[in-house]
């Protein structure tokens, strides 16, 4: 009987390609990690440069980007508001204002609120962050051309001339103390071309101040239609634009005689915030009112080392609601 010769001599084949297989697995995990440890020791690599891929371990390729990625999904919008960290004291009798707040304006904590979050028009409140991208986008010494679509906006209006050449920093006096409709789309139209451009880019700043009660479709707050936010996010924008010196200085001003192109020869800007000469400590912030939104106001003042910022929204007599949550709020803070 034949002996069945053919059947060994393959096994011992099959066994030899086994046995190199490990000898060369190995060696190509010597030599990749090997070049892993070569390019972190490089000299000039950085934690942003990805080493060149090493064939048969794309694995440390994908460890070495993941961190990365997750540093940037983990970047937060700072918190301009934060938390009270005791419960809502009672006014009594209540506010007449739909929403209210006070918040610490060194640290952002909530002092006082009421329904806080609840979305209502903010009538010429909404000029705060035209203010603030005027002021970021536009030079102390930059001049507007002024649009002829910014003299047919309804009043309030100062009554500028289609094409007439006007300091950017006499606007902001404008839409900021006088609260005219056609200095702040003036302002706008400077900045990003065009109304809608400018509405597009005071809702980006909303988002990116995690403003998540807000929306505008106004350039001076002027249109109550889809044109809202809350007393938190607008205690957060006024936090925020407080930030700004040339901001403070605007809002806190009583009056602001400005030099005018003849035949006006001058203006006299006088601050519909009461609040400047009857409250003490106080230096801010913006008034407004239409017969939609009713009477709406942001407020700062200060007393020693304590900063409050107040907004009342839908109210039916701001100042008085803002004088009664400042009050509470400064004693509370214990001035």
Sequence with gaps: MPLPVLT?????????????RQ????????????????????????????????????SLVAAAKAPARRKVAQAAVEQLVTAPRQPAAQIVPP????????????????????????RVPIASVAKVMTAVLALEHLGPNAVVVVAPIATRVPPN??????????EAWKLLYAAM????????????IAVAGSRA?????????????????THF???????????????????ALARYAMRNPRFRTIVATTRKRVAWAPPTNWKLYVNHNH???????????????????????????????????GVTLGSADSFTDMTRILDLGFRLRKT
Excluded at 217 to 235: C, E, I, K, P
């Design 8 to 20: 060994p001599v393959e096994r011992r084949r099959r066994r030899r390609r086994r046995r190199l």
């Design 23 to 58: 000898p060369l697995l190995l060696f190509a995990l010597v030599v990749a990690a090997a070049a892993l440890a070569a390019w972190h020791w490089w000299p000039g690599a950085s934690d942003s440069t990805v080493p060149p891929p090493v064939a048969g371990v794309p």
């Design 95 to 118: 506010l007449t204002s739909r929403s209210a707040i006070v918040i610490d304006g060194n640290t952002g904590e909530v002092v006082f609120w009421r329904n806080p979050h609840r």
């Design 157 to 166: 209006k100062e009554g500028l001339k289609p094409g007439e050449r006007v």
């Design 177 to 188: 103390l006088y609260s005219g409709n056609d200095s702040a789309l003036a302002l706008g």
């Design 197 to 213: 451009r400018f509405i597009a880019m005071m809702n980006e700043k909303a988002r990116r101040l995690g403003l998540r009660d």
């Design 217 to 235: 479709n106004s350039v001076s707050g002027v249109v109550d239609n889809d044109d809202y936010s809350s007393a938190w996010d607008m205690a």
């Design 275 to 309: 609040l400047l000469t009857t409250y003490p400590g106080a230096d801010g912030i913006k008034t407004g009112w239409t017969s939609v939104a009713r009477h709406t106001l942001a407020a700062s003042a200060r007393r020693g080392n304590v900063w409050l910022i």
